[in-house]
């Protein structure tokens, strides 16, 4: 955090910081303000544990003996544990957003549309998600008036994180768009967290999620836009940065298996979980017996979806595999494989030294996301290059 | 939760305040050019350490936000809740405590006009009251779990030992970097290195003390 308010090189004002390091920033602020909560949580449940304080531990019978706890309160442990919960979401995230503009903007050669909104949008959320946490909490049996104000809260959240989907799908409007392993990968993110981020709008409100609630359609909804969304900007990043870090391009034909599998595996797996959360299919059982809601064909659909977790686990053997084997074997890269504007894929070296930079730090000029701006020789201007006009003013003598 | 959230609307306010002045709502696809051209958005003149502590207090101040605030709900949430009576020696050493504080202002006094002698005898003697103080805080303990008020017995008595123990932690922690700061005040040179550490050391101390002061008065009206 402080190296981004302190440590800018020069010319890099905090509008001209690309997506992905406002996004990082954002959530550092976050994970520094979130999990004290969380840590809160632990050193009370810990006492309560081997000092025998009684901080959430109501009264209570085990094995037939009554325990010496008593009066301490569950919902406490909820707060806490959701007042880090959600933010923590967005920890997660924010960077993730950032990234895949970034990634949106260099695989479709154009300016990442409404980049000032795309900033505010990520500060909104980012305050915003410390005033839902008790969405979580709807069946606690907290005091019910609390629903209705996370509820719209909750739903407020929605309005920025909105903007964000349109500005994506504006960016690649009329863009140039190469479909890159990076950029696959940016794509199914937007396609995953809008199912994701939908099936909130239902969970969000409180009549939808009392039914809900521990269903496998909670299941569903949480690694889809949290687990499923989020990874797949992870390989996008670790794709599109892996020739800056080691010089190297992953193997193209192996990234594409890895992304068709993971992507359309990752869907087998968790879009069947939605039916099963709405046929009252309780999650956390390892058995769930007979019942006079669960058909033997939810059975099925479960045995169908470890068969396609087990296909979505190879995949990934065959990620590492393209990650150890392109060390050494992958095509050469070059410094800006993917002719971006950023200062990273700047550097004199590649991988770059110690440092970075070598002896010189260098000046920024303009934003990060100058594409194919009309005029220009080629159809990125990188952040450190000089405008054209000082350059000429500069060579006549 | 109202006290955290109150204590995260105080630190949104700083951060909202800070960003108005970053000139959130420019154009950068229309600006162009070197820095100079553009006023604002520069980093802050402030060293990057003094950032850092101020970061790290708010970190500090909202873990202890949290601990009032389950303090707060836990007091109603069953009706087991029963006040302990605080040991006198509490006043005592917060006393200390205000002495160790105004040991390190003096410290910071004497290092701004250079007299390093001032410098290290106010800074080991705010190091000697802070430890003072902790040993005072151990022996409260001592007297409350002497008279049948342990951890396990009630809330109340359980809050008392945490909330401590959490301050004192912190103080301890403090006494590390001051440890740091007397050795760098050894040589007898003042330097702008050891002004700054002096100034970090004041503005931890004043914290801890603030927020005792807090704790201290929540303890003694509930």
Not at chain 1, 122 to 134: C, D, M, N, P
Not at chain 1, 362 to 386: I, K, M
Request: proline share 6%; hydrophobic share 55%; aromatic share 14%.
């Amino acid at each position: 955090m402080v190296t981004v308010l302190q440590a800018r090189t020069r010319g890099m004002t905090l509008m001209r910081m690309p997506l992905t390091v406002w996004g990082i920033f954002t959530a550092t602020v976050m994970a520094l303000l979130a999990f004290p909560a969380l840590f809160v949580g632990a050193v009370m449940m810990l006492l309560d544990r081997l000092l025998g304080t009684s901080f959430f531990m109501p009264s209570l019978v085990e094995m037939g003996q009554h325990l010496q706890h008593s009066g301490g309160s569950p919902i406490l442990f909820q707060h806490l544990f959701w007042f880090f919960g959600h933010p923590e979401v967005y920890i997660v995230a924010l960077p993730a957003f950032g990234i895949v503009s970034d990634l949106i903007s260099t695989h479709a050669r154009r300016n990442i549309f409404g980049y000032r909104m795309m900033v505010w949008a990520i500060v909104a959320i980012g305050a915003l998600s410390f005033v839902v946490w008790a969405h979580h909490m709807y069946v606690s049996g907290m005091n019910p008036y609390f629903g209705f104000f996370f509820a719209t809260t909750t739903l407020i959240i929605a309005i920025p994180t909105a903007i964000k989907v349109y500005n994506w799908l504006l960016t690649l409007w009329h863009g140039d768009i190469h479909l890159t392993v990076p950029m696959l990968f940016a794509l199914a993110f937007i396609v995953t967290f809008l199912n994701g981020g939908l099936t909130g709008l239902f969970l969000g409100n409180v009549v939808v999620d009392v039914p809900l609630s521990d269903t496998m359609f909670v299941v569903a909804h949480f690694h889809m836009v949290m687990g499923v969304a989020p990874i797949m900007v992870i390989f996008g990043g670790i794709y599109h940065w892996y020739p800056k870090i080691t010089g190297r391009m992953l193997n193209e034909a192996l990234g594409r298996f890895h992304f068709w599998v993971t992507f359309l595996g990752a869907y087998a797996v968790f879009f069947p979980m939605h039916y099963l959360g709405l046929l009252g299919m309780p999650r956390r059982y390892p058995e769930i017996g007979e019942t006079s809601f669960v058909p033997d064909s939810a059975a099925t659909l479960n045995a169908f979806i470890s068969v396609a977790a087990l296909a979505v686990g190879f995949a990934q053997m065959v990620f590492l595999f393209n990650l150890i084997w392109s060390l050494s074997r992958g095509r050469q890269a070059g410094g800006n494989p993917w002719n971006a504007t950023t200062l990273e894929w700047q550097t004199p070296e590649t991988p770059p030294g110690h440092g970075n930079w070598g002896k010189e730090l260098p000046v920024v000029y303009r934003w990060a996301y100058d594409y194919s701006v009309p005029g220009a020789e080629r159809d990125f201007v990188p952040q450190n290059q000089p405008p054209a006009r000082r350059a000429t003013w500069e060579a006549a003598p | 939760m109202s006290v955290i959230l109150l204590f995260l609307a105080v630190l949104a306010t700083i951060a909202g305040w800070w960003l108005s002045k970053q000139r959130l709502t420019a154009k950068p696809w229309l600006e162009e050019g070197a820095i100079g051209d553009f006023p604002g958005g520069g980093a802050s003149a402030l060293p990057a350490a003094k950032i850092g502590l101020g970061v790290f207090l708010a970190v500090a101040g909202s873990l202890l936000a949290l601990f009032v605030s389950a303090y707060a709900m836990r007091m109603h949430m069953a009706q087991d809740w029963r006040p302990l009576p605080e040991p006198k020696l509490l006043w005592l050493n917060t006393g200390v405590l205000v002495v160790s504080s105004i040991a390190l202002h003096r410290a910071l006094l004497a290092a701004r006009r250079g007299r390093m002698d001032g410098v290290m005898a106010n800074l080991l003697a705010g190091g000697g009251s802070a430890v003072v103080f902790l040993a005072g805080q151990i022996l409260a303990w001592r007297q409350m779990a002497a008279s049948g008020y342990v951890p396990a017995s009630n809330p109340a008595d359980a809050f008392f030992y945490l909330i401590t123990a959490v301050h004192g932690l912190h103080l301890l922690g403090g006494l590390v970097a001051l440890a740091r700061a007397i050795a760098k005040a050894w040589p007898g040179v003042a330097t702008d290195q050891l002004r700054l550490s002096v100034e970090l050391c004041a503005m931890y101390w004043h914290f801890l003390l603030l927020v005792w002061l807090g704790l201290f008065g929540m303890l003694l009206l509930t």
